[in-house]
């Protein structure tokens, strides 16, 4: 082959080289990211990794960064400062920018986002016309089953989603998410208004859907990062101050700072 034919050969190949990226046993790598709005610190030089499956949860209290941090991770933030690969890329460099991302990384916030329109318009609502057209339905079946909502609304997916309590509204925003086949999920504190009953469907749901993605789950609730498992994040005013193997640290934590949460709630860093 000559150089002209060899170049172009290697740039045709080049988007799927980075698309079948081996990141190895890594979802997501995070670097030294710092991000300062107006003026003040809010994240101080995070790093951290996710496994490529399996459930990671990202503990601190009230004002730690913990939802900053997640905005930092799919781009809603885009100031700050750092290294960031996701699927081995990084996501500075994403290829269709970051729409792409956002559809590689669901990010559930913790008040259900719904449309003024039916559960099912909902859940098709980020497909694009073309697909939505043609959505067959046991894909619907799948996600609602996925985010456990499926006995619950499998009779009424025409009627309005504002009908549904918030735990089934949260459930859907998961559906919808599941919708566009995320590589990752985040969720900001899914189930900090919700019934306990909603709570226990989406911990379930979180659980399965971990076997098969990494989910990365917010939470100020103790109780609920000890039911989760997996891993544990711990942060606290914009530092990570601990991570590691969820049962470990709650046995064993090593940090005084981790020590006092897990004894207040609250911790006194900043
Ligand atoms: N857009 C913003 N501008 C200035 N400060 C912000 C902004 N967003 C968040 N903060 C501050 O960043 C800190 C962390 O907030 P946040 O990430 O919401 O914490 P958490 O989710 O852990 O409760 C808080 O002190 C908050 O007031
Ligand atoms: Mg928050």
Redesign the pocket.
């Known amino acids: 082959m000559n150089t002209k034919k060899k170049i172009t050969a290697i740039a045709a190949a080049a988007p799927q080289q980075v698309a079948a990226h081996d990141a190895g046993d890594i979802s997501l790598h995070a670097s030294r990211l710092s991000l300062a ?2 003026g ?1 610190n ?1 994240l101080r030089d995070i790093s951290f990794s996710l496994p490529a499956q399996g459930i990671n949860v990202l503990i ?1 209290p ?8 997640l905005r930092c991770l799919n781009m809603l933030h885009t100031q700050w400062q750092g290294d960031l690969q996701i699927m081995g890329r990084d996501v500075r460099k994403w290829p269709d920018s970051e729409d792409g991302l956002r559809r590689t990384i669901g990010l559930i916030a913790q008040k259900p986002t719904l449309f003024p329109c039916s559960i099912q318009q909902n859940i098709v609502f980020g497909l694009s016309r073309k697909d939505r057209n043609h959505m067959p339905e046991n894909r619907i079946k799948k996600v609602l089953k996925q985010a456990a909502l499926w006995d619950e609304v499998k009779n009424r997916l025409h009627d309005q989603a504002a009908t549904l309590s918030v735990g089934q509204q949260q459930r859907l925003c998961i559906a919808r998410a599941l919708m566009l086949s995320p590589n990752m999920l985040l969720l900001d504190e899914p189930t900090a208004s919700l019934d306990p009953r909603s709570r226990q469907f989406i911990e379930a749901s979180l659980l399965e859907l971990s076997e098969n993605m990494p989910v990365l789950c ?1 939470t100020h609730d103790i109780e609920q990062a000890k039911r989760l498992g997996g891993k544990i994040i711990f942060m606290c005013d914009g530092r990570l101050i601990e991570s590691g193997d969820s049962k470990l640290f709650f046995k064993h934590p090593n940090r005084i700072e981790s020590r006092e949460f897990l004894r207040w709630s609250v911790c006194d860093c900043s």
């Not at 009230?62 to 941090?69: F, N």
């Open positions: 709005l107006e003040k809010i601190g009230s004002g730690a960064g913990k939802s900053t941090l917010v």
